[in-house]
Nanobody, 123 residues
Framework: QVQLVESGGGLVQAGGSLRLSCAAS????????MGWFRQAPGKDREFVAA????????LYADSVKGRFTISRDNAKYTLYLQMNSLKPEDTAVYYC????????????????WGQGTQVTVSS
C-alpha cells in the first residue's frame, strides 16, 4: 500500500503563500484520487481540495476556492497544494489522503493518510 509524506508547512504572514507537497512511496500513486484535508485545534478535520487520478478534474471547499490550487505530478508520485492569500483561519495541520473513489470529499472515503504538516498563518 502506498505511503504518503507531507512537507512544506511552516509559519507565514497573512497574505503570504506556501506550497505543500505530498510524496507517495509507490507507482500505484496514479491509481488513486487524492485529497487535502486540514484540522485546526478543537475542530473536526475538514475537506480542502481533491483531484482525480489523471489530474483532469479538481474540487475545492468554498473557503479556499480561488486561493488554493491542487495539482499532481504522477511521474514524480507527488501531490501539491499551492496556497495563496493565506488567512489566519487557514491555520491547521494539513493532511494528504488517497482514495479509490472519484473526487471524494469526506475523510471517511479516504483510506490512505499522511502524517500531516503544520501551517500557521500569523495576522
Amino acid at each position: 500500500q502506498v505511503q504518503l509524506v507531507e512537507s512544506g508547512g511552516g509559519l507565514v504572514q497573512a497574505g503570504g503563500s506556501l506550497r505543500l507537497s505530498c510524496a507517495a512511496s509507490a507507482r500505484t500513486f496514479s491509481s488513486y484520487s487524492m485529497g487535502w484535508f486540514r484540522q485546526a485545534p478543537g475542530k473536526d478535520r475538514e475537506f480542502v481540495a481533491a483531484i482525480r487520478r489523471s489530474g483532469s478534474s479538481t474540487l475545492y471547499a468554498d473557503s479556499v476556492k480561488g486561493r488554493f490550487t491542487i495539482s499532481r505530478d504522477n511521474a514524480k508520485y507527488t501531490l501539491y497544494l499551492q496556497m495563496n492569500s493565506l488567512k489566519p483561519e487557514d491555520t491547521a495541520v494539513y493532511y494528504c489522503a488517497g482514495t479509490s473513489l472519484f473526487l471524494a470529499t469526506t475523510s471517511e472515503e479516504y483510506g490512505i493518510w499522511g502524517q500531516g504538516t503544520q501551517v500557521t498563518v500569523s495576522s
